[in-house]
């Protein structure tokens, strides 16, 4: 497998100018006026910067990545080596870590671009790879809401083609949960894929890179399972006996991915998929810590690093759950959201949450599946065709966006022409993205960035609802139900709109945002 970085923990680095470090206890941190922080589960980057009456435990996540730090707008910093309890009352941070972890409490770093910056340098220097270039300059198509748990040779085809004949452009095809036997046994279901080498063979003919989903978990009683078992290769519990957990499919046992037989099998397993049947990358789903902790293991969040750490030697990649993984080159999905506008887990919420993975150090984001994860909506009387269009237009100018539920399935006519304009500017912007990944993999800097980490100190902490693409394109998709205009916060200087006009900053603007319109804007000069 390929080397991954070390993290510098406190025993490395021991205390530097200006940290205090504190031991298994609370730490009472006053806010200074006017500070703002941010940091900590990516799945609360809607409430953040924090506010009083927040309240975290980072050894759960909520499903989604997660960095052991807290920043603020005042170049001050958090770190620790282990998850921490956090909570934002009274004008005070309140920070709590079990007897065996320290927290570390440092500033001086002037502001927000100021500190991450330092972190970054200090914690988790950028990697240097980045991910496959193609997930940044095409869209994603993931199978998961058309096929649910019984994906066929023939609908994978088939959606490859209706790709193509709506005029959509080719990128990424996911076969996702399902394409296989039992869990563990990473071979193609011999009833559903008659020939799984000719598929992938077609879909590379027709522009596709293909990735198969997978998880650490192997299903009970099965034969991959008493092989693995017999084998030591399952994490086990007090008595012994393979462990047996629930998780969002079922009841599974765990592969043990602190045992290096354990990650020579499964990539063994994989080898054989990319040589035998041309498979390009995968979808490492699952991994989550809390997970780990239900099964009774010590030390949950070191399944979550290993798992990230498995998929380092796969460019083409994807992953949900994420610890320790900040500067790492592997491409991070937000969890799953709902059909929805509002929320924690709405339409509203997809920008906060990649600007939070931003300023956590993880630059290579893809918002979830365009209109929602959660495919109960798909079809039934609560799908909003207007809501779709805004969420294909909100992700197109992220770093990557991904398709699931097929829009020339759902849409009229007309909102399908819509969906079909913002993959291709997503396409059009490619060499772009690919250039500030490119960037982000040597400096470390994020891919996307909010106005208060672009423009310090001015007064943007709180602008959620639109983000920079890079330093120099602005971008402000709308986000309510029924808005065919927008209000949007220019930043300083002279910005040229999507429709040609040329507006000054600072300044409050309202723009007309008709459904055909996603309103973005370059700086000039």
Not at 25 to 49: F, S
Request: net charge negative; glycine share 10%; proline share 8%.
């Amino acid at each position: 497998m390929t080397s991954s970085p070390a993290f510098l923990t406190m025993s490395d680095i021991g205390r530097r100018e200006g940290e205090n470090v504190t031991l298994g206890a609370t730490v009472r941190l006053p806010i200074e006026d006017g500070e703002y922080w941010w940091g900590g589960a990516t799945a609360d980057g809607i409430e953040m910067p924090f506010t009083d009456g927040y309240r975290a435990d980072l050894r759960d996540l909520g499903g989604n990545q997660g960095m052991p730090m807290l920043l603020s707008s005042k170049g001050r910093y958090i770190w620790s080596d282990r998850p921490f309890a956090i909570e934002m009352a009274g004008g005070e941070l309140l920070l709590r870590a079990d007897v065996s972890a320290g927290i570390i409490v440092g500033g001086g770093h002037g502001d927000l671009p100021g500190v991450y910056r330092q972190l970054a340098e200090d914690r988790f220097p950028p990697d240097g790879r980045m991910p496959d270039p193609l997930l940044f300059t095409a869209p994603q198509y993931n199978l998961w809401i058309e096929t649910l748990f019984e994906p066929t040779q023939q609908n994978v085809l088939g959606y490859a083609q209706a790709v193509l004949d709506h005029g959509f452009p080719p990128g990424i095809l996911m076969i996702d949960d399902r394409w296989h036997e039992e869990y563990g046994q990473w071979t193609f279901h011999t009833g559903r894929f008659p020939d799984p080498a000719a598929m992938v063979a077609r879909l590379h003919e027709m522009g596709f890179k293909v990735m198969l989903w997978l998880v650490p978990y192997v299903t009970p009683d099965s034969q991959v399972f008493r092989r693995l078992r017999d084998d030591g290769l399952l994490i086990r519990d007090r008595r012994g006996r393979p462990a047996i957990g629930e998780w969002w499919n079922g009841f599974g046992a765990a592969l043990d991915l602190l045992k290096p037989d354990a990650l020579r099998w499964l990539s063994g397993e994989l080898r054989r998929l990319r040589q035998d049947i041309g498979v390009d990358g995968f979808k490492f789903d699952g991994g989550e810590a809390a997970f780990y902790a239900d099964l009774g293991c010590p030390d949950p969040q070191a399944y979550t690093i290993a798992w990230n750490r498995f998929g380092l030697p796969y460019p083409l990649n994807e992953f949900r759950d994420a610890w320790l993984a900040a500067g790492l080159p592997l491409a991070q999905r937000q969890r799953d959201k709902h059909h929805a506008w509002e929320g924690r887990d709405g339409l509203a919420s997809l920008i906060p949450n990649a600007l939070a993975q931003a300023l956590t150090g993880h630059a290579y984001t893809c918002p979830d599946m365009i209109g929602g994860g959660e495919y109960q909506s798909f079809g039934s009387a609560d799908f909003d065709p207007e809501l779709f269009v805004r969420y294909a237009q909100a992700s197109a100018l992220f770093p990557m966006m991904q398709f699931s539920a097929a829009p020339w399935r759902l849409l009229p006519a007309e909102h399908l022409e819509h969906c079909r304009s913002a993959a291709t500017l997503h396409e059009r912007f490619g060499p772009e993205i690919l250039a500030l990944a490119k960037d982000s993999s040597r400096t470390g800097d994020p891919i996307m960035r909010s106005l208060e980490f672009a423009f310090p100190g001015q007064g943007y902490e709180r602008v959620i609802d639109q983000f920079l693409l890079g330093p120099d394109l602005l971008v402000a998709p709308v986000l309510v139900k029924g808005a065919t205009s927008r209000d949007v916060t220019l930043p300083p200087g002279v910005w040229q709109a999507d429709d040609g006009a040329l507006l000054h900053g600072p300044d409050v603007v309202t723009v007309s945002a008709p459904l055909s319109r996603l309103p973005w804007f370059r700086r000039q000069g």
